[in-house]
């Protein structure tokens, strides 16, 4: 079946590292995203990608970079310079099909900072 | 980034009541309407697309008015698994550029 893998679930980093969650889809979607939620708060873009080796800011881009060298992958990495990583991480594709959006989400990474 | 407002709740519903919960969008331009469910620590997944005709599916009906910007989803005979946050959902142009999310309301009903 197809779908969108998020690795790892949980995911623990000491302050001053980088790290990265990887966000894998064999759903043949051209775009992909990646969202940040906080307790209580909605989801907010912060990178996107709607074709190979092309991506775009979102909304909270700053101390996170991606790459898109391959349609099924999109990873994120988490900077030291984000300040407050510490969140709910969600990774979505997305078809165009008879002017529908069908997105996909994937089960999400949560990521304290320890 | 236009924002998309929603009342964050709590909702205390009984079960077997109708709740209705609103949302508003700022952007004139926004193409397409969702409605997604969140369980505690889970991904969003959709509820329902939101059309300018309304829709219904079971006991969720969704309608969109433009004129005043607003989608709305009331749920009849509410259960007890219908207890999540209800995410509204904004396309706000072109589509391809991501969704643009309110913070959600959150639903709880109550035995």
């Known amino acids: 079946d197809g779908g969108i893998t998020q690795s790892p679930k949980y995911l623990f980093r000491k302050e001053g590292q980088n790290v990265t969650l990887s966000c894998e889809q064999n759903l043949n979607h051209d775009a992909m995203y990646w969202y940040r939620q906080d307790p209580g708060q909605g989801l907010r873009l912060i990178y996107y990608s709607q074709i190979v080796n092309d991506f775009q800011k979102g909304d909270i881009a700053e101390g996170y970079s991606v790459s898109r060298e391959k349609k099924e992958s999109f990873p994120l990495t988490v900077t030291s310079a984000q300040k407050n990583p510490t969140a709910f991480y969600l990774c979505a594709s997305s078809t165009r099909d008879r002017g529908d959006y069908g997105y996909t989400f994937g089960s999400g990474t949560r990521l304290t900072v320890v | 980034r236009k924002e998309v407002e929603q009342d964050p709740g709590p909702f205390n519903v009984p079960e077997g009541a109708t709740v209705a919960f609103n949302c508003t969008y700022s952007?004139?331009?926004?193409?397409?309407f969702f409605w997604y469910r969140q369980d505690c620590r889970k991904e969003p997944k959709l509820l329902m697309s939101v059309y300018s005709s309304g829709n219904e599916d079971g006991r969720f009906t969704a309608q969109l008015n433009r004129a005043s910007q607003y989608i709305s989803l009331l749920i009849r005979d509410s259960k007890l698994s219908d207890s999540a946050t209800y995410l509204c959902v904004v396309i706000p142009g072109g589509g391809a550029d991501g969704l643009t999310f309110g913070k959600g309301t959150h639903l709880i009903i109550q035995p």
């Open positions: 952007n004139s331009a926004s193409q397409s």
